[in-house]
């Protein structure tokens, strides 16, 4: 009896991925800090952070070895000083992917706000000036929110999904909001929220939804980090050391009616669910097709 073509044949190899790539995120400032800046957000599972348009799956070839690169969070600063985060990116054969790494927040007197794959939020200083955020870059996540000078208090940092707040009236900026991306289990899961500022005499500014690290205040010291594997901010600071940025993450998927990778390096943490082949990288490594 002949068997028909390709009945009972190994599945093949995928010809094309989709991906999430986050960068890690910036640093809060560290004296009268605006919030850190979220990493940079690209995706062909929803729009890319900034508003940008949906990116197309990246074409990939069996025996091709890709390397993933998954940035680390800012350190938090201490006195005048800002960190930004470090790159993310998915690379090999045509595909050449990366996010920019989060802009630190500003402090008192500048350096800073950096600008980044989002920017850091202004701050202030003794003589009553606030200080306007940086950018963000396009397509991957916004601007960081003023600071305002006259009682002092820094502006949010921008997230992937929208603009870090002004700082007002003594208040801290709130942290950009970060994006929603369901990659994984079809639950959607939100990444890169901007840091919040801080403030001498009214509310901290807290955290952009998808792991912002809250700026600190008068009765809320120190300022939190953003949250691991998020790309998020960490939160702006008065005197004590400034939140640190979240670590970004790589997620891989592609149709389960394709094989598994040949290899992987890094421990990526595999499932197949809805569907998909997913391959979740929280540190850096590689996969093969």
């Known amino acids: 009896m002949q068997l028909l073509a390709g009945v009972g044949a190994p599945p093949s190899p995928p010809t094309s991925v989709d991906y999430l790539v986050v960068a890690g995120g910036g640093s809060g ?43 680390a969070g800012a350190a938090g600063a201490s006195g005048f000083a800002t960190n930004n985060g470090n790159n993310s990116s998915f690379i090999g054969g045509v595909v050449s992917v990366t996010s920019t790494a989060g802009g630190g927040g500003g402090c008192q007197p500048p350096p800073g706000p950096n600008t980044g794959g989002s920017g850091g939020g202004g701050g202030a200083d003794n003589a009553g000036t606030g200080f306007p955020g940086a950018a963000g870059t396009a397509n991957q996540g916004f601007g960081g929110g003023t600071g305002q000078g006259t009682t002092r208090a820094g502006g949010g940092g921008g997230g992937a999904g929208a603009v870090g707040v002004n700082a007002s009236s003594g208040n801290g900026g709130a942290g950009g909001a970060g994006v929603s991306v369901s990659m994984v289990t079809g639950t959607p899961v939100i990444y890169a929220g901007g840091g919040g500022g801080f403030s001498e005499g009214g509310t901290k500014g807290s955290g952009g939804t998808g792991g912002g690290g809250d700026g600190s205040g008068v009765a809320s010291r120190p300022a939190t980090s953003g949250t691991a594997n998020t790309g998020s901010g960490g939160g702006g600071s008065y005197v004590e050391t400034s939140g640190a940025g979240g670590s970004g993450i790589i997620i891989i998927r592609y149709s389960d009616a394709f094989a598994l990778a040949a290899s992987t390096t890094g421990s990526p943490t595999q499932t197949t669910t809805g569907g998909f082949n997913i391959y979740e990288f929280t540190g850096s490594g590689s996969i093969t097709f």
């Open 29 to 71: 400032g560290g004296i009268i800090g605006g919030g850190g800046g979220s990493g940079g957000l690209r995706s062909t599972v929803t729009n890319t952070g900034g508003g940008g348009s949906l990116e197309s799956a990246a074409t990939v070839s069996a025996g091709t070895t890709y390397t993933i690169t998954v940035g």
